[in-house]
């Protein structure tokens, strides 16, 4: 066996684990027979993760597509030619906006394409040079709000405070052990166990709100275990605590927050009296008021919130109350400090001590439902099903799926299953038969990670060092494969079009290469692509980022205030429960919680194709308490209905201690593409079948109830699965 060992780094998440890739080259192909950490790695130490260590199995899987398929007349599949496949979708499509419209020609663009750098900037930059604003991706899936809030209240330039030197962390709904990424400021992906025993031995104090006893908030100091729902009634009451006791930051709010917005803040908040909280939230009135104060003390750190409080009721006030716990608290990096992430691949811009913005509401292209507005130039996901399937002018004909999976990801999954059915042309790109390409009308086979030259997109603004990250492709891919980036390209040389990115538009004729390509997309950066590529793997200390002053005349201040959350505020505290916005709710039927969860071994749909991963977490379990599984008389590997207002689902249960009572934990992305469930002990269900995106919406941004779902949940025998 001639073995040679190549360096990588890991894209099944975007936690960018650097990896060592053992190639065996002695049957004549290249075969990947294992992946390993980078020891010598200056910040991972050789960390990866389960799901990075089954690359081989995912690049070597015998299911894989390696060619375009088609759909014949009578539903199945055959294989084409990519070349012959990119001539009649580029005729299609253009066929489609001639006859009604760029806006008809849709992108969805999915977790996997922000793993891979050029494949959101280039999708984008195709929208624009076809005039279309139908550009949707998951981020407006999960956590939109992370941009808006800070649109709407203001932005501080210099950015949050550093985890690395912290004194305290507030953890809201995250779980990076698991999850591998945290909000600006958190425990990140990079060796996250060691780093946060090192952070923990340095003295760092850890306050997790949380429904479930995770891995980080077993590290807690102080766990909230929170029910599931009620993180902004909690978060309300913490800023009551640290606002009436004085113990915020007086010079830094004097000078930075919106005249009258501090004290219009204290008023809101007044009424959140530490009991009206603790029996609410269902946590002890002491720990809350102890966290509230072991984070104003400091001196410094910094709070987030994740995607399980993200995507429950009032998710924009909840992060605006996360954030107003940084402002008033003065939480950001000041004049002559360095900030850990150097950000490479960013644009270079200066980094003052100031507040930008408020920026206001979104302002982007309207959408044709519930007056909602596009804003960084996407459109929020949670409208797309009913772009589709309902008929107008500017209705949604085509739609390219770059890197997801719809019909798994999308909540109120009824509605994506009606708009798949309906779509006039599906193009899918992905490496597999997922839920979604089966109702595909072409499917282009991509290379994957180990197959591209690449450099993380997301995670070079997390790093806590200033470190350099790229690769070459390590593995020469095998059939007709193409990067999601070149179908793009592909078509967009058929239609005569130009793609245009920031170092100018994509040359024509003769196919660019990966590394021309992100030439091209980053020719902006901070760093040039040339040293990040001479460099990688390496901490750059004299790349650091240090914030400047802020300018003499900067007129920006924080808004905590807003009008709107004052009022969303009030109506919070004359609920019970935050349930009570999902219109059917009835207490006596729905006295359970449907929270999500990640998994070890999946990240959104991908996971279950991989033998190994597979072994470890055959099904989406429906975890629960064990006392409340004695009261439903249902055991471990039974059966429960779980039915919310709008749909229901059987789900497989399975004893969680760390899950509080009254709460069902179940992952997201997972079941079949039938909308039924007789499959669910080798498939799962799908949790976005429970989701209404029209029934408790967040005004702002769309954002669907995708968490704390009011259900109930009732033991059923296999029989409930005939039919079902």
């Known amino acids: 066996m001639s073995v040679e060992v190549k360096r990588s780094f890991c894209r099944i998440c975007h936690a960018a684990c650097p990896v060592n ?4 080259d002695s049957s004549g192909s290249e075969r990947v027979i294992k992946v390993t950490g980078v020891d010598e790695d200056p910040i991972f130490n050789g960390y990866t993760c389960i799901k990075g260590r089954q690359l081989p199995d995912q690049i070597h899987d015998p299911a894989r597509l390696r060619a375009a398929m088609r759909r014949r007349p009578d539903g199945t599949f055959e294989e084409v030619a990519s070349g012959e496949a990119l001539d009649e ?30 494949s959101h900037p280039v999708a984008m930059a195709f929208h624009k040079a076809i005039g279309s604003i139908s550009y ?7 956590q939109p709000m992370k941009a ?17 030197d912290a004194d305290v962390l507030l953890a809201i709904g995250y779980n990076p052990m698991v999850s591998s990424f945290a909000p600006f400021g958190g425990l990140q992906g990079t060796d996250p166990f060691a780093t946060l025993r090192k952070r923990k031995a340095e003295g760092l104090k850890l306050v997790v709100i949380d429904p479930r006893r995770t891995e980080l908030a077993s590290q807690a100091d102080i766990h909230l275990q929170v029910k599931p729902g009620e993180d902004p009634t909690l978060l309300a009451g913490m800023l009551n605590v640290i606002l009436s006791e004085d113990l915020h930051d007086r010079d830094f ?15 809101a908040v007044e009424a959140f009296t530490p009991e009206y909280v603790a029996e609410r939230c269902g946590v002890s009135a002491a720990d809350m008021i102890a966290g509230a104060r072991m984070f104003a003390g400091g001196p410094t750190g910094i709070s987030g919130s994740g995607t399980g409080p993200s995507m429950s009721p009032h998710p924009s006030l909840m992060e605006h109350l996360s954030i107003s716990l940084n402002v008033i608290c003065g939480r950001f990096m000041r004049e ?6 150097a950000a ?13 913005g408020p920026f206001g509401d979104p302002n982007g292209p309207e959408s044709r439902f519930r007056g909602l507005k596009g804003y960084n130039n996407e459109m929020p996901c949670s409208t797309l099903a009913q772009e589709i399937y309902t008929p107008g002018p500017e209705q949604v004909r085509a739609l390219i799926v770059n890197g997801g999976n719809p019909v798994a990801a999308w909540p109120d999954q009824i509605k994506s299953l009606e708009a798949m059915a309906e779509i006039e042309l599906l193009i899918v790109i992905d490496h597999r ?3 979604t390409a089966e109702f595909a009308d072409y499917i282009f086979a991509p290379r994957l990670s180990l197959e591209r030259a690449d450099v993380p997109p997301f995670m070079d603004r997390w790093f806590r060092e200033p470190y350099a990250c790229y690769t070459e492709a390590v593995l020469e891919p095998q059939g007709d494969l193409l990067n999601d980036w070149e179908v793009y390209w592909e078509i967009a040389e058929r239609m005569g079009i130009e793609i245009t990115l920031p170092g100018g538009s994509l040359p024509t004729g003769d196919r660019p290469t990966d590394d021309q390509v992100l030439d091209i997309v980053y020719a902006k950066s901070r760093v040039p692509m040339d040293t990040i590529r001479a460099h990688a793997g390496q901490v750059l200390p004299d790349r650091k980022i240090t914030v400047l002053p802020p300018d003499a005349d900067a007129g920006g201040r924080f808004q905590v205030a807003l009008a709107d959350h004052m009022e969303e505020l009030a109506a919070v505290r004359k609920e019970k429960t935050s349930a009570e916005i999902v219109t059917g709710f009835d207490p006596e039927v729905h006295s359970f919680r449907l929270i999500s969860r990640r998994l070890k071994t999946h990240l959104n749909s991908l996971g279950g194709e991989i033998p190994g991963l597979a072994k470890k977490t055959p099904t989406n379990y429906a975890y629960m308490n064990p006392a409340d599984m004695d009261d439903l008389g249902v055991e471990d590997d039974g059966l429960v209905k779980i039915a919310s207002p709008h749909a229901q689902l059987i789900g497989v249960v399975m004893s969680d201690a760390s899950v509080r009572r009254g709460v069902v934990s179940m992952s997201h992305s997972w079941g079949s593409a039938t909308g039924t469930d007789e499959k669910v002990r080798d498939i799962g269900a799908p949790t976005n079948r429970l989701i209404d995106v029209e029934n408790g919406y967040c005004h702002i941004t769309g954002q669907a109830i995708q968490s704390a779902i009011p259900v109930s949940v009732m033991a059923v025998t296999e029989d409930a699965l005939v039919g079902v």
């Open 21 to 24: 890739v053992h190639i065996d």
């Open 136 to 142: 949707y991706t998951s981020v407006t899936i999960d």
């Open 253 to 267: 709010c004097d000078q930075w927050i919106e005249p009258g917005h501090l004290d219009q803040l204290r008023l």
């Open 433 to 435: 038969m997922s839920q």
């Open 336 to 341: 002559g400090q360095a900030i850990e992430s």
């Open 89 to 118: 979708v580029a005729a299609k499509l253009q066929a489609i906006i001639d006859e009604h419209g760029p806006r008809a020609v849709a992108t969805y663009t999915g977790t996997g394409g922000y793993q891979n750098a050029p």
């Open 148 to 164: 808006t809030a800070n649109m709407r209240m203001g932005i501080w330039e210099g950015g949050p405070q550093n985890f690395s």
């Open 344 to 356: 490479f691949l960013q644009p270079d811009a200066p980094k003052r001590a100031q507040v930008i």
